[in-house]
């Protein structure tokens, strides 16, 4: 019923943005697709599950001001089926340029030709998909997650370097199928590998958020006695994790570790103040980027196939030093 009731909604949200927006365009003209006129975008966010997620949603709309992009922006409320009808109204609406933060890597292939058929370009943002299409999309915008989860196993394999006994670890994973969450998990395994007193105990999905990281980590600390460390896939779900660890009198910290990414201003306060011990950066400011790509992808310029984002780590001395200029 929830998912009907968000699909309508979702539906009707990307109806009263065209209503407000320049409107349908027609075949030939250059009101959606440049040719010398405003370029019109319809952007597919994944939703409001994060402080990143805001930060990503505010540069997208600032940066399509700033670069005079007519934005019809739809939230997705977290469920691909609202991406999907989000994006096909995007194409009858015959939009000049399609961008979307995918939810998850697969099930894109029937939208995505839908948009190429139409002659409607495609950019990814964010997150990539697993397609077997051909030319579906024009370039992907986003971080390395990979790389982001490697640098959060190389800190702990080093923070533990010397530990005499097993050190076990709980993993706070993204949403299911999502690309970072996978990706993450995938780099992280691979840099703990090298030292084999790691092992993850336990694992699951908090969605992202900060509800869901609290409620995993409450049932972490029941099932499990000694836990020594959270590997949380966001800051969100990390910083839900800080409030059942306290609620179970136990420091953060201290006496359980908590590695995180993202690297936002709340991210950042909590590892300054010594709750979290580390902290990847995930650069949520991808707006000026995508409205730059965008404008020559109309144009008919050759962009590269992928633009990776710069991210960089932090400790507790660095995030201390760095807290006050956070912008997210
Ligand atoms: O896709 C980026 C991830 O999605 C961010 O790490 C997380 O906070 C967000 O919800």
New binding site residues.
């Given amino acids: 019923m929830k998912r009907v009731l968000t699909a309508v909604l979702s539906i009707a949200s990307v109806g009263v943005l065209a209503a407000c927006g320049s409107g349908p365009v027609p075949s030939g003209s250059s009101g959606g697709g440049g040719g010398g006129g405003q370029i019109t975008m319809g952007f597919s966010q994944?939703?409001a599950?994060?402080?990143?997620?805001t930060a990503?949603t505010t540069s997208i709309q600032d940066a399509a001001k700033a670069a005079d992009v007519n934005l019809k922006f739809s939230d997705a409320n977290g469920e691909q089926e609202n991406q999907i009808s989000a994006i096909r109204s995007f194409v009858q609406q015959r939009v000049g340029v399609i961008a979307f933060?995918p939810v998850v890597r697969t099930g894109w292939d029937a939208v995505l030709l839908e948009a190429k058929n139409a002659g409607i370009p495609v950019i990814l943002t964010?997150?990539a998909v697993d397609t077997q299409e051909k030319d579906v999309y024009k370039t992907f915008i986003?971080?390395d997650?990979v790389q982001?989860g490697k640098w959060a196993g190389e800190w702990t394999a080093k923070e533990y370097a010397s530990a005499p006994g097993p050190v076990n670890i709980v993993q706070l994973e993204?949403?299911t199928g999502?690309?970072?969450a996978l990706e993450?998990t995938t780099g992280f395994a691979d840099a703990i590998k090298t030292n084999p007193n790691l092992k993850i105990i336990a694992s699951q999905s908090g969605d992202?958020?900060r509800s869901g990281g609290k409620q995993v980590m409450e049932a972490f600390l029941k099932a499990n006695p000694k836990i020594d460390m959270v590997f949380a896939?966001?800051?969100?779900?990390g910083l839900g994790a800080v409030e059942a660890i306290e609620a179970a009198g136990k420091k953060p910290g201290q006496d359980i570790k908590i590695v995180a990414?993202?690297a936002?201003h709340d991210g950042m306060q909590a590892t300054a103040d010594g709750k979290f011990n580390f902290l990847v950066e995930?650069n949520?400011l991808l707006g000026p980027q995508l409205m730059d790509i965008a404008k020559k992808v109309v144009a008919g310029e050759a962009v590269p196939a992928r633009i990776v984002t710069k991210d960089q780590t932090f400790d507790q001395a660095q995030a201390k030093a760095a807290l006050p200029d956070r912008k997210y």
């Fill in positions: 994944v939703g599950e994060s402080g990143w997620r990503n933060s964010d997150r986003g971080a997650f982001e993204g949403t999502s690309d970072p993450r992202f958020t896939q966001n800051d969100d779900m990414i993202d936002t995930c949520p």
